[in-house]
């Protein structure tokens, strides 16, 4: 169902039914753009810590517009033995409501708004037909504006509010004493015919306000008085001679229009209050960005601290589930090849999964996932819930007995709740809402900076010694370089001490510098989880029987498997700066030990050994194929690779590299939605 | 004649023809914003000197975007004695060309937005179907690109540029050995059979390169590699056996496709570089803005300087002529009530000026200024370019013997070419590009610093024994104040010396100061005017006999019509900052001085006392009229007026001042569309 600004107010409350009857709600977002600073592989470094992530996307993700959302309400029929689904795509846009209201500038990225546009995506219908919207600061401020009006504007008796402060009330200026004298007699002359109602000449603010004022004061009883506005937008003073009673119905009336003002003007924030207080569970794809924007949009300016972020996020969305982490996660991870929203549909409409029952409500249209309208927000909030349920169906498979249908309350979805996959952390693999974040021990990492004019084949020879490198770069200047093995470190360090061109740190030193930096500059939070040491001390190490993988061996596997199917790219971009992405990294390393820090209840009721282990795995198959190839695909680019130097220990292992090492991935500027991948 | 990506390349020669064919162009610019940072009114200060507007509008308003060009070519026809005119309107949007082409972000203003969206203006056109452009310096980063890929991929002999620089070369990676052995393989069947072509799967941008270095090295004559694109943008490579001949064929074949290519992406620049390369007269109303974003989207980025910006400005548009200031200018501006376009154009059509004959070229369709499209870009050039000529005429009747019809090579217009109106600014009308500006004397000025809660209400008091002042606000805690008498400023001084609570400079001090510092940040200018003590010199007078002012009586009066007319106002926004404006000024001090510095043969042809004076007026009526009611209508808001102390000399200033001081003008943050006035 399609809302716009035309019929939101005669949709809400089929709006509001549809979310209380829901059993779940799935939700997408669409904006204007993704970053307004550095690329999308420089705002996602594999190693940025959960904080930094935030911060990044705060800071250039934020000043885009969301101007579509889409909703999916998915209620189970029992009887039915299916979903009933009431989909909504609504278009965002902040008209501003008055003259006093905020006019809200907003970034627009041309690569975006082209891939939306060649989607069919609808301009006009955002911009001429969006539903308005304020977060509970904008929608305060307008109740306290609306008070004071009201307050400044009351007639006759019991407006005493009008009379303080004093400075307020204004002389009548030498040229307008004729007309405000006029009005009087005007007004004189009404108490003495028959007329009920006079209308005075439209005129200006400022003498609207003299009117106002002179005749609260020498007509405190038996008169209504109004400003009217014309279609021409002209503001004319209807003055009407009024008993107590009327005046009161009159007012009161008054009263109810400006309510129903303010509520169209917290328009569309309204269906975000009534999803938080709902408590639904929510699901999405890859919703990190979507949730942050819907928060900065609908509820409050992000907070500075993460902390902070995942409090107001647990208030808007209590319940929250993001389907690319289960994805990501086994026992899916080892069954989906590629977790970008469309090829995950596709992959769980066949085995071992099953395409879930499901029917558009009366007086819902329905979607045909055949002829798909990827990348319209109630489209793709369906699919999301499509896929949520497919995977949620297939953890009941391995219940006894095994369930066709998986509740929504079910235990088994309980470790996946709360988490928002982080898109491209190589360790990582999500944000926690309701705890501490994964804290990886880094010790194989190196902080190195360098000239400018150095590029990824620049870090690979002063590290060839060491086998496989992954670079990470931050900036023109300084990268991360992450050895295969931290014995390597310290002869790193030792090789380095007498270098000139180039510095090197270690990640720990590095992460104590930039602490340093922050305590300086008085930044430091007081929710900060970097202490000075925290990153020598072991924070997580697979905690053996602990965890619930079910193939111990794979766990080693992976621990070598850090430096398998690395894939390397650093290319120079037209204004001569390098674009580099590093990717395909697997977080194999810490899938056991992400295993054994959240598994606290991960499907304990997996009565087998055949259990499928829960531990989330990186995206390496993200990239649609138009997304998938170097941003100059002509041939002209450089390009690394580093031929891996271990075989996987498995056959499954050694299929993954090998398809890893026979594609290249890159984002490049192309790459704007990544947040479907 | 609308004009989209899709239609561009076919329309391009109609373009080039009608500019060459045209007596003159009409331009007009539709954009995504106006002001990203201060309100308009506090962007446009009425005491901003040309440099800080010019430095303002560069900060705050070149990241809109321009997404709409209107170019109206108007060729005058002797035997019909009409102008034939061929109006074109673009769509603009930056999508982006390749993968390392510039990703553009621009900011919208929900406000533009939304008013352009209730004119009917087709968002959809600009996103999906925009003309893309490349300034100056991208176009040449992309010619070098393309130059480099050219020289890399090059085939067989004569690519020697390709074997340096050796280090772009890649060894072969061990897992890659098998892939390349099977393609050279393939190649060498090529030479025993009878088959021309050889087409390889689709591989990654790393394999493509390994297979052009491979085979430029194995085969360096003989076959012709190429890489093909499908439908899918799934890139394979090509083989062809080739003849020498063949070979060179085919290579021309591809750099005229690389050539075309690049002139596609070089875009709607390309019309702009055919506009500057024909020095036609190009009008423009309020034009500053659309020179602006014109320079920095298609030429190149605004210089810091402003002197820089008038040199480039006279390279793009080496003759242009801003009908705003043409008609606050006399003789129209005792003729012209209201200078914003629309009106213009109305006030325009009746006595004592002429409608000019147009037809519409054939094939093009016709305006109908009865059912305006007020707003789209191609009919606000066709208006702007009708009241030019209606304007100009009315000039060729003050001619002996009289004339209907005016060349725009005319020395008439003369006084009026390559100077664009400045806004708002009381007493520096227009921007002098071929000339240093005008500087005038603002020893009545003066800069007061105060605590951020006081308003307009405050000043006045302050200054209440000095009668009326005006405040020109700069931001939450100074403002400009201008007495009326220059005497008083002494007084002022004096009295200021022991206040705490505010503080008071001249405008000599204040400029003074202000050039302290950018000289001590080090970014004072080579070009800055604003010398030690250029403030204190009597910078330019009245010339007396040199003035053509008819009405000599009339300079007078207008010296003392300082006081005339003004109004004031202050205001709480939602943020509770003050929203000021300050308008209404007229510039009839200075409009004798105007006429003076800038008549150098104006109109000198003018035989009789009659003849009109040419001194600008400020805007005095700018507002359309949704624009002139005060931001909060309702009567909540604090509003000033001082009555005028003194009268008009004659009836038409009196009038003047009667309805300056019966409406209230001010530009709230509805005021979108400033330029339009």
Not at 178 to 194: P, Q, S, W, Y
Not at 225 to 254: A, P, S, Y
Not at 442 to 453: I, S
Not at 483 to 501: G, P
Request: hydrophobic share 30%; glycine share 6%.
């Amino acid at each position: 169902m399609e809302v716009t600004r035309a019929n939101f107010k005669d949709s809400l409350s089929t709006v509001y039914s549809a979310i209380e009857e829901a059993d779940f709600l799935a939700i997408d977002g669409e904006f204007s753009g993704i970053s307004d600073g550095p690329n999308v592989s420089a705002l996602t470094n594999g190693l940025d810590t959960p904080e930094e992530r935030y911060m990044k996307l705060k800071k250039h993700s934020m000043d885009f517009l969301l101007f579509q959302f889409g909703l999916c309400a998915f209620k189970y029929d029992s009887t039915l033995s299916k979903y009933i689904i009431k989909a909504f795509n609504f278009y965002i846009f902040p008209k501003p409501f008055n003259r006093t209201s905020p006019d809200i500038k907003f970034i627009c990225q041309s690569s975006s708004i082209d891939f939306l546009a060649s989607q069919g995506f609808d301009f006009n219908k955002v911009f001429r037909h969006g539903i308005p919207y304020l977060n509970h600061e904008e929608e305060a401020q307008l109740r306290e504006q609306t008070e004071e009006r009201r307050n400044q504007q009351a007639n006759g008796v019991g407006s005493n509010n009008f009379i303080s402060p004093p400075k307020s009330v204004t002389c009548v200026p030498e040229e307008h004493k004729d007309f405000i004298n006029m009005v009087v007699e005007k007004v004189e002359a009404l108490f003495t015919n028959t007329e009920k109602t006079v209308e005075l000449e439209p005129c200006t603010g400022f003498q609207r306000k003299l009117i106002y004022q002179t005749l609260n004061w020498k007509f405190p009883k038996g008169i209504h008085v109004e400003t009217i506005e014309t279609e021409k937008k002209e503001r004319f003073i209807q003055i009407c001679k009024v008993d107590d009673e009327e005046r009161k119905r009159r007012e009161q009336q008054k009263l109810e229009r400006e309510q129903e003002e303010l509520n169209d003007a917290v328009g569309f924030s309204r269906v975000i209050h009534a999803m938080a207080k709902s408590g639904k569970l929510v699901v999405g794809h890859n919703m990190l960005l979507d949730v942050m924007h819907t928060i900065h949009q609908f509820y409050c300016l992000l907070p500075e601290d993460l902390q902070d972020f995942k409090e107001v996020t647990k208030y808007v969305f209590p319940r929250i589930l993001d389907t690319k982490l289960m994805a990501s996660t086994q026992p899916f991870k080892d069954l989906i090849t590629n977790t970008s929203l469309a090829e995950l549909e596709k992959q769980l409409k066949g085995k071992p999964f099953k395409s879930p029952a499901v029917d558009a409500a009366e007086g819902f249209p329905s979607y045909d996932t055949a002829h798909d309208q990827l990348h319209e927000a109630g489209y793709d909030a369906y699919i999301t819930g499509l896929c949520f349920i497919s995977m949620a169906n297939y953890l009941g498979t391995f219940l006894t007995p095994p369930k066709a249908h998986l509740s929504v309350r079910s235990k088994l979805i309980e470790p996946f709740i709360n988490k928002l996959f982080l898109m491209r952390i190589i360790d990582i693999p999500y944000l926690n809402l309701t705890g501490p974040d994964l804290q990886p021990k880094r010790d194989h990492v190196l902080y190195v900076t360098f000239p400018k004019e150095w590029k990824t084949s620049d870090l690979f020879q002063l590290f060839s010694a060491f086998g496989n490198i992954q670079v990470s770069w931050l900036d023109d200047t300084s990268a991360f370089v992450s050895l295969s093995q931290t014995e390597q470190v310290q002869i790193a360090m030792n090789t380095s001490r007498y270098a000139e061109s180039y510095r090197i740190q270690t990640y720990a030193e590095y992460m104590q510098g930039k602490q340093r930096d922050k305590d300086k500059t008085g930044q430091a939070s007081s929710h900060s989880h970097w202490g000075e040491d925290s990153w020598l001390k072991p924070h997580y190490r697979p905690l053996g029987k602990r965890s619930i993988s079910p193939v111990p061996a794979e766990q080693g596997a992976g621990e070598t498997s850090i430096t398998d199917g690395w894939t390397h790219y650093a290319q120079e971009d037209s204004t001569g700066r390098k674009k580099i992405k590093t990717d395909e990294m697997r977080a194999q390393t810490y899938a056991g030990v992400v295993d054994s820090k959240t598994s606290e209840g991960w499907l304990k009721t997996q009565p087998t050994s055949d259990s499928p282990a829960v531990s989330p795995e990186q995206d390496t198959d993200g990239e649609s194929p138009e997304h998938t190839e170097p941003t100059n695909a002509d041939e002209g680019m450089e390009t690394w690779q580093q031929p891996p130097s271990k075989k996987g220990k498995n056959g499954r292992k050694n299929k993954k590299r090998m398809r890893a090492s026979g594609r290249i991935e890159m984002v490049g500027k192309g790459a704007t939605d990544f947040r479907k991948i």
